[in-house]
């Protein structure tokens, strides 16, 4: 219990600093205190301008980091699965795909994009249940399932890149993870969307912890399997999708930041989702906030530093696990 106190403090702690840093380190440098004052000073030009382009950014990394992470968390509770992760087995592919040829193709039903990446993210990890299922989840089977699906749509999306023209403009946009010139209207859709399927991942907490048993157990004491496998797939989808629409696709958040967590505050989905959203934000703001700040005026995509950490990061737990 103090080892899981501790952690939250800490993170909570840690997540604050690199807000409050993120907020006045950039081409507009601000001192602490002066961006105290700036707060509640109208018509400060400085902070007018950290208002209009560095908040949104912040908060737009903030929510994709705990959408992912929880996301994460959410699979490989469904598929018991350790490497699970929607960057991995292609959920975030197959949204980033429809989400493009949405764009490209049907550019009046933009606004709509949520829904239809959610759609092109389901259908993937459809996909991949449907193609790895023979008796039962075969976790090595699965992981091989989800790396050709993401093959897949990579591939496709990558096809219609080439195509070039205005496409290359929604391409970058979507597959690009750079959260530069994100505004409040990026942040109402993934603080809309992000908190719903939040807060349904908390309330499912306990079908997560029963998930971790046989199926023929929880079956056994009238938990029905099937149905909550489904829903926690379809919440899991939601906050993957929602931040490949706003942020992009960034691998690896999933995979991270679960097994990060499970080894600071325990197994327990009542304790280790809510601790994971926060890590999560954690992580991808300090690497949006490295990626844009380290080579000045050059920045480096959050997606690129996170998949500079999580490549190792695979490659040590499938030699431990």
Partial sequence: MTKRIVSYAVVAVLLIVTIVYSATTGSIKIGFFEFLGALFEPGNSQMEAIRDLRFPRMIVALF??????????????????????????????GAAFVQLFIISFFPALFFMTPLFAFMGGAFACFLVFALSWRSGLSPLKLILVGIAINAMFTGLTEAFISFGGSLNV????VIGSNLTMRTWSDVSTIATYGTIGLILSFVLYSWCNLLVLQDKTAKSIGFHVTRARLIIAAVAVLLAAISVVVAGVISFVGLLVPHIARRLVGYDHKVLIPFTALLGALIILLA????????????IPASTIMAIIGGPFLIFLLRKE
């Avoid at 949006?288 to 920045?299: A, M, N, Q, Y």
């Fill in 64 to 93: 994709a980091g705990a959408a992912l992470s929880v996301s994460g968390v959410l699979l490989q509770s469904v598929m018991r699965n350790p490497l699970a992760d929607a960057g991995i087995i292609g959920i975030s592919s």
């Fill in 170 to 173: 929604s391409a970058s946009s």
């Fill in 288 to 299: 949006d906030t490295i990626g844009r700040t380290i080579v000045s005026p050059l920045e």
